[in-house]
């Protein structure tokens, strides 16, 4: 409790308030058009606005997301007031929104209870991106007709067309259009110009104000909010119907659904934008406690409100005292100001809504995704549209389950590499990489960077076996990136180990953890450790088959790669497409230094030590092969005697041997 609040710092503060004056304002038009989708009376959307907002600061632990009456559940209820019959605004609606209500924080309080918000964290960040973007493009389909006149939709994205077309044919206002791209233009325009004014409030005051002064809707016909009731309605335990009951407690199983899963991937998506932790639990706890509130105040069910949560990261609110103030000016509307709602114009409260939405997308990580990794950015889209198309509980379903395949084809394909050894040098390389590298006489040494498991035996298999030469005594599996086997993992390894005996080969499983061979011997396969097939390491495999340094090399070369494209790779593994880039502005950069040395005096070490300044250590023995391979080349190019070049090489060449010694 308290943790959203005790995020409040002094030099915050004021932000925190604009912010929380700005949502409550903004809250009225949202929350009385989400209770009449919902199928209340307007002003119960201003009450959602209150106890709940207040109660949510108190239990959360986010420092920012604001609770409140929105769209996807206010949709459901109407839905379910739909199939029963039941008139919207009737006494009956009335009687029993709030009973569905109080059953969806009771399912919320039993998830909390099986610690359900564990789950999200099966959640991927394009799941999460794409999922927010869906909800902020299906609630400015459902806004898009009050720019123009009409009212707002509900349903998803055909029928949400569907309804613009309906609304734009019926109830189009030139005028009522023109004020929602003005308005849009000029807060778009601040945003960009002057980010921390909050332009939103001023636009919409300037907007009440004109109304007041010369009634131009009106005049106009431009639609208004509808007037609202001074104060706040006593408390109530819902109406308990035993015709109501069972229907409330199998509709609100949903929505209590869509509340968990929708806040608290949104919650999470703006924690790590942001660089805060929440804490999954404490977080339904709270949701269930703002519903079961809302339940005694007529309220229909409430929700995390990404588009007020985007307006808050939008003017700089930092804690929880942004929901206080703004349930604060909400009490304070519906006490004493209630006057001055009707003069507030609808296209100009919907413009705000929109421009805060439209904030809230993650767009630029699909643009991101589309260019870093193709599967990834199909993710996000497969959630964007699921949310779109589908609604909010299948446009997750999609979203992890893809997720899920994605793990399954990564780690199917896990990266894998044949290792051998340089001269003079003390590791093992990857052969394909590294020109220098030599293949070790009767070994055959080979990398698995990934789980063993079903979908990946067969490479990890028929790899080796492709690998085997007739000389082949030796098989050393570097498994350092296995940190796993299950039952077909086990099977294929004791199998491979009684071939390749048969076959005269030993067999060796190297550099893994050691839970690894707890699971050897739990499968059943612990013969493999006792007769010696496991060792910690790739040098002590060798040892025990007599080969210590300097180890007997296949008597031909790695000729797979050529030098130059090897240095290539290397730069390519550390600096990506920029490789070549960096290969020339490190080589230009030591050379150009080096023309300064006079190749006719003496030349002290301390003449060739500044000139590596600033190059990167992975880079030193990757430069110094590119320019011992390009001396005449490069002498040519930078105009530098080729002694120097030569010195330059040996230098750096025993400073470097001289480091690793010491």
């Known amino acids: 409790m308290l943790k959203g609040l005790k995020a409040c710092k002094k030099n915050n503060l004021k932000n925190d308030i604009i912010s929380g004056i700005i949502i409550a304002l903004v809250s009225i038009p949202i929350s009385m058009g989400y209770a009449q989708i919902a199928g209340l009376p307007a002003q119960y959307g201003l009450y959602g606005s209150v106890f709940p907002v207040l109660l949510f600061a108190v239990f959360s632990s986010s420092p920012q997301y604001i609770f409140g009456v929105d769209a996807a559940p206010a949709a459901l209820v109407g839905g379910t007031l739909v199939s029963m019959e039941i008139a919207f605004e009737s006494v009956q609606a009335i ?129 208004t909010l509808p007037a609202v009731s001074r104060g706040i309605i006593a408390p109530s335990i819902p109406d308990f119907k035993p015709e109501y009951i069972l229907t409330a407690l199998l509709s609100s199983f949903s929505i209590a659904v869509v509340i968990g899963s929708e806040t ?259 499968y059943g396969i612990g013969h493999i450790i006792e007769s010696g097939g496991v060792r910690k390491t790739i040098t002590d495999a060798l040892s025990a088959v007599g080969y210590n340094r300097p180890y007997p090399l296949c008597e031909t070369g790695n000729n797979s790669v050529s030098e130059d494209t090897a240095i290539l790779q290397e730069f390519e593994w550390a600096f990506g497409k920029d490789a070549r880039r960096y290969i020339d502005l490190y080589t230009e950069k030591i050379l150009r230094k080096a023309k300064a040395i006079d190749p006719e005096s003496g030349h002290a070490d301390d003449d060739f030590a500044h000139l590596w300044d600033g190059i990167s250590p992975i880079s030193d023995n990757i430069l110094l092969d590119y320019i011992e391979g390009k001396t005449h080349d490069l002498s040519e190019k930078y105009d530098i005697d080729e002694s120097i070049i030569c010195l330059i090489l040996k230098n750096h060449r025993s400073e470097l041997i001289d480091n690793r010694s010491n």
């Open 95 to 223: 009687e029993f929104v709030p009973l569905i209500t109080f059953f969806t924080g009771i399912w919320l309080l039993l998830f909390t209870m099986l610690k359900f918000g564990s789950l999200t964290r099966f959640v991927s960040s394009p799941v999460m991106g794409g999922f927010i973007s869906g909800i902020c493009a299906t609630i400015i389909l459902m806004q898009t007709p009050k720019l123009f006149g009409g009212n707002a939709g509900t349903g998803e994205l055909f029928e949400l067309i569907a309804h613009i077309i309906s609304e734009f044919k019926e109830y189009f206002n030139f005028l009522s259009l023109s004020i929602s791209i003005f308005c849009i233009f000029i807060i778009q325009l601040f945003k960009k110009i002057m980010p921390k004014l909050p332009v939103s409030a001023f636009v919409m005051i300037l907007g009440a104000l004109l109304q007041l002064a010369f009634n131009y809707c009106g005049a106009w016909n431009i639609k």
């Open 264 to 522: 608290l991937l949104a919650e999470k998506n703006f924690a790590q934008k942001n660089g805060y932790k929440i804490d999954d639990n404490s977080e339904l706890l709270a949701f269930s406690v703002c519903n079961i509130s809302s339940a005694f105040f007529g309220v229909c069910p409430v929700n995390g409100s990404v588009s007020r949560t985007s307006m808050n990261d939008q003017f700089g609110g930092k804690s929880q005292v942004t929901s206080v103030t703004a349930a604060a000016i909400m009490t304070i509307i519906l006490c004493f100001a209630t006057g001055f709602i009707k003069y507030l114009p609808v296209p100009v409260l919907t413009s705000i809504v929109v421009c805060a939405l439209w904030s809230g997308t993650e767009f630029h990580l699909a643009a991101k995704l589309s260019k870093s990794s193709r599967k990834e950015f199909l993710i996000f889209s497969a959630a964007f549209l699921g949310v779109l198309i589908f609604g909010t509980i299948y446009g997750v379903i999609i979203g992890v389950i893809l997720s899920f395949f994605n793990i399954v084809i990564r780690e199917s394909a896990p990266p894998t590499a044949f290792l051998g050894v340089i001269p003079g040098r003390n590791h093992f390389y990857n052969l394909q990489t590294y020109a220098k590298s030599r293949p070790i006489k009767h070994v055959i040494i080979y990398r698995f960077k990934g789980n063993l498991f079903f979908a990946n035996v067969d490479i990890f298999r028929e790899e080796i076996e492709k690998a085997i030469q007739s000389d082949t005594k030796y098989v050393i599996v570097d498994a350092s990136g296995i940190s796993s086997i299950d039952t077909t993992g086990a099977q294929t390894l004791e199998l491979m180990y009684r071939e390749l005996s048969q076959k005269g080969i030993r067999f060796f499983l190297v550099e893994h953890i050691s839970k690894v061979n707890e699971e050897i011997r739990s």
